[in-house]
């Protein structure tokens, strides 16, 4: 194998697409914003980022309804304890806002300020080859992997965002912390950066599709799992979880291994179990709004949501196009 095609590359984003439409110019003022906001203290930003995510509480009726979904079947909670935890959950969705300016503008310095416990970094440092770093969408999920990063050397995939203006700060801010990145869609070139002695960051605890899935018990109910991480099963490739867990603004990051399993399915189920015990470490720092059941489903779970679907068909047939 050409050792150089199998090292690490970091993406370049496309400026002038970040800058083709007056939608992306409104989105630009709003980042100016966002970046100004990262020079607020900590505890302020978080105190705004309460506010900011009862706001969305309220105008996200989907998203609230989802989530409220999601919560009960995972965590078999309802009334009152239900609706006090969909409230907390929204609310740090809005503090993740801000701790992803915080990720991706402030200094390595006031990065290390941060209140950061790790446990059990000989999981990754010791072993003798790259490792997959499977991680969670926790609402803080930016300001993990800039952890993460101060920790061990990392590469990691990323999900093009519609919005180009999004995706060029996205991609530029991780750049400068990532060693190399993929799309979505480069999954097999991961596999050779990850036999080339680099550590590989995963998410993979979201409902991807079933081209790409088994369904596997989560929570005690069946979800469409992805099957990225048993490309490694009989690889000798080491695999962890690396969680990042808010406690009382202490960010805590715990590395878990995947062991050894005879089979695919086997694989799974220890990974979504080992996913299931860290969620519920901070259940109210998960991010519940995605539909992770919504694959395989003998009838709708979630309510319908026309105009996003329209939306989607749009972005379909204009893709079709090109």
Known sequence: MDRLKSLPEKTEPNLIKALSSFKSLLTWLGIGLLRLTSYLPYSILMNLGDVIG?????????RREIS????????????NELDTLVRDNFR??????????????????KIKKLDTRLLNKELIEDAQTGVLVLIKHSTHLELDLRLLSQHFDLTGMYKSQTN???????????????LGSLTNKEAMKAVKWIRSGKNFLYAADQDYGL??????PFFGHSAATVTFPALFLKKDIKIVVA????????????????ESSASEEE?????????EEFIKKDPSGYLWMHRRFKSGQTEFLYPKWTNREKRREKRRENRNKD
């Open 243 to 258: 969680d990042v867990c808010k406690i009382d603004d202490t960010y805590e990051i715990e590395i878990k291994n995947i």
């Open 211 to 216: 081209k790409v899935s088994k369904m596997i």
């Open 54 to 62: 009862g706001l969305i509480y309220k105008v996200s009726p989907h």
């Open 68 to 79: 409220k979904i999601n919560i009960k079947l995972c965590l078999d909670i309802k009334d």
């Open 267 to 275: 694989l799974l189920f220890e990974m979504n179990k080992t996913y």
């Open 164 to 178: 180009e203006a999004i995706n060029y700060v996205m991609i530029r801010a991780r750049n400068n912390y990532i």
């Open 92 to 109: 740090a969705i809005g503090r993740g806002i801000f701790e992803m300016a915080i990720a991706w503008w402030s200094s390595d310095k």
